[in-house]
């Protein structure tokens, strides 16, 4: 009982029944009020008999006469001559009918107030029952979503509201909560392929390490075969640190940024251009156009970020193939790349963490899978809007791009594009 006493039902039945009530009470408030000051002059010009011999003697002023036992009824007032005096009789009428006019106005507003109190108590009643009913109609959508959320846990997220209601408030309210569900079902989903693939790329390399050491190293190998299995634990080793650092990395990227300040994104660009000149291919195209950019932001994430998108570029191109890097003065980055034609509906799920566009085949340079995930994750806490396309065939590859908010108008000079090959 508490509970509803204290619910939103209960307050607004409050308010509806309150203002009402008022309603009510005021409507029979004014009618007591306008029907009290004409009643007595209505009643006083029907029944009396010699208004317009004797002026009306205005109410409250004065003593009524008491009746007179055996008096006659009134009749239609007559009216007298001018300036003729009325009779001792024709004023004892008058005063006769003034009392009977006091008190039939008086019986009259008396069971007035009586029918009004009744009616008024019968129609607080009505009007607390149709509050608490229309209080449950209006808030019957919310009950819907409390119960809702109530029952929702991670193993049925799927479930939604879906209210079948006119456009309106609650509606709304209730169509976000279903897209909230749609977000958090997207999120849960994604954090259990994380932590599925995560486990599966960590495993990989320590069941590589225990076959090497088990079987590799079994007996009393000789010195050529030692040094393989070492090359081979150290390489082993180093894919897995690379991967806990990009995994650190996406995760600090995730949590936002502490210290920001302007960067140069195109002098960042240019710097990590020069440092990949000796990891790429000798007939690789580079293609810069690199307008100045300074953007607001951590210096060492945005470095993450272009470092990634240059090294997905390189990594996943083909022979003879061309890379584009582009600065503008409206905040945007571009990356663009050659090599195997990507379908369009595969490029989504290449922004998630683990995902490749083949199978991994566990060889040198192959990577984590985590570079596009880190690039959008460092993008996100930039407040950037990354967006990537599939480039049509012949070409192919990927081109990703991202906007970020500019810090400060771009100055007027801007370096034309070069293209230099072997870079």
Known sequence: MRAVLHSERARLTVLYGSLLLLAGGGLIALINILLRNGLY??????????????????????????????????????????????????????????????????????????????????FAVLSIWLAWWMAGRVLRPVGVITETARRLS?????????????????????????????????????????????????????????????????????????????????????????????????????EGLEVTEPVDLAGLAEAELAGIEGTAPQDLVVVRDLAPLTVTGDRTLLGHLVRNLLANAVRHNRAGGRLEVATSREGVLTVSNTGPVIEPGDVPRLLEPFRR???RQHT???????????????????????????????????????????????PPAARPAEETPGA
Do not use: C, Y
């Not at 076959?211 to 010195?223: C, H, S, V, Y």
């Open 154 to 254: 991670g193993a049925n997220l799927h479930e939604r509201i879906g209210l079948q209601a006119p456009p309106g408030e609650l509606k709304r309210l209730a169509d976000t909560f279903d897209g909230m569900l749609d977000r958090m079902e997207d999120l849960v989903g994604a954090q259990r392929r994380f932590a599925a693939n995560a486990a599966h790329e960590l495993r990989t390399p320590l069941a590589v390490q225990r076959a090497a050491a088990e079987i590799g190293l079994a007996g009393q190998p000789p010195p050529e075969k030692v040094a393989r299995i070492r090359s081979k634990l150290i390489e082993v080793a180093d894919s897995s640190q690379h991967l806990v650092e990009s995994l650190l990395l996406l995760a600090v990227s995730e």
């Open 357 to 359: 566009r083949a199978e």
């Open 41 to 122: 002059s209505r009643i006083s010009g029907a029944v009396t008999t010699t208004t317009s011999i004797v002026p009306a003697t205005p109410r409250g002023q004065g003593t009524l006469p008491p009746m007179i036992p055996g008096q006659r009824l009134p009749i239609p007032a007559e009216k007298l001559d001018s300036g003729a005096t009325p009779s001792p009789e024709q004023l004892e009428q008058w005063r006769a009918t003034r009392n009977l006019t006091a008190a039939v106005e008086q019986a009259t507003l008396h069971e007035l107030l009586v029918v009004s109190l009744l009616a008024l108590a019968v």
């Open 364 to 410: 040198a340079g192959e990577g984590a899978g985590l570079g596009l995930s880190i690039v959008a994750s460092i993008a996100r806490a930039h407040g950037a809007e990354l967006t990537a396309r599939a480039n049509p065939a012949p070409g192919g590859g990927l081109m990703v791009r991202v906007w970020f908010p500019a810090e400060s108008p771009a």
